[in-house]
């Protein structure tokens, strides 16, 4: 005969056995995964610290540590997509420093943890060289305006009849002051205002359309004067980044590093 010492180990056994079996199957996070902390997304089930007991499936147990056993295979994460960006805006203002802007937007939100969205508009530094009539923008006398070389990538090369334009020219300045607001930006396109640098020599392009109704001029290249006279410009873009340069000489290429590059707005 099986003593009564056996016979209740064996009872417990076979009753652990099949309460593990009924909570297997019972609970988890099928079809109750919540955003953010739910206290009422929980459930009666195995933790992922193996503990039975009150569990949840929302996505702040990641954090509180107190999920089901599978969160992660029921309520996988699912990152933030966004499109494409939009075309650049065209300048906010006509004829003066202004701003374009391009957004792009939300197609999935984020879920279960994943990554967040990331921002959805840039803004850039510009500059229209038409009024809102389609005429030539006024040049008064003033600062040179001017932005990262990679602008003058994308500005168009011939006119509307395919005739080239033309290709301008580059003018050499020794850098003498900048204010300090030109390395504390830290939007995208401003990052080139940090290559700014006093004492360096920098070349900047002057090229259509800033070029002045093709005077073989850009406002404030320092056209006519000598290489004493203290000359200002502006970064576009940051207003408050700006300082002085002496002119060098005029060049047909710009022969700087690009970080030392720029072109005339």
């Known amino acids: 005969m099986m003593r009564p010492s056996v016979r209740f180990a064996c009872w417990l056994l076979v009753l652990v056995s099949t309460l593990e079996k009924n909570h297997l199957v019972t609970g988890g996070c099928s079809g109750k995964c919540c955003q953010g902390r739910d206290l009422g997304c929980l459930t009666t089930d195995w933790r992922m610290d193996r503990v039975f007991g009150k569990c949840f499936c929302d996505e702040g147990c990641i954090r509180t540590k107190d999920c089901c056993f599978d969160y992660f295979t029921e309520c996988p994460a699912q990152d933030c997509s966004v499109s494409d960006w939009s075309y650049w805006s065209g300048c906010a203002v006509h004829c003066q420093p202004s701003v374009r802007v391009r957004v792009r937007h939300v197609g999935q939100q984020p879920r279960n943890s994943g990554e967040a969205c990331p921002n959805l508009e840039q803004r850039a530094g510009c500059m229209e060289f038409r009024d809102r009539q389609g005429s030539h923008c006024a040049h008064n006398a003033g600062p040179a305006f001017i932005t990262s070389v990679e602008f003058g990538k994308r500005r168009p090369k011939h006119d509307s009849y395919g005739i080239p334009l033309n290709p301008g020219f580059c ?16 939007r995208p396109h401003t990052h080139w205002m940090r290559y700014i640098t006093e004492g360096f020599k920098v070349c900047v392009a002057c090229e259509p359309p800033a070029m002045r109704n093709n005077s073989s001029s850009c406002q404030g290249d320092g056209d006519g004067s000598d290489k004493e006279t203290v000359l200002h410009w502006q970064a576009v873009g940051n207003p408050r980044c700006s300082g002085t340069w002496k002119r060098i000489q005029k060049t047909r290429h710009c022969n700087c590093p690009p970080q030392h590059s720029f072109v005339f707005i």
């Open 171 to 186: 003018i050499e300045f020794t850098l003498e002051s900048r204010t300090p607001y030109c390395t504390v930006e830290n």
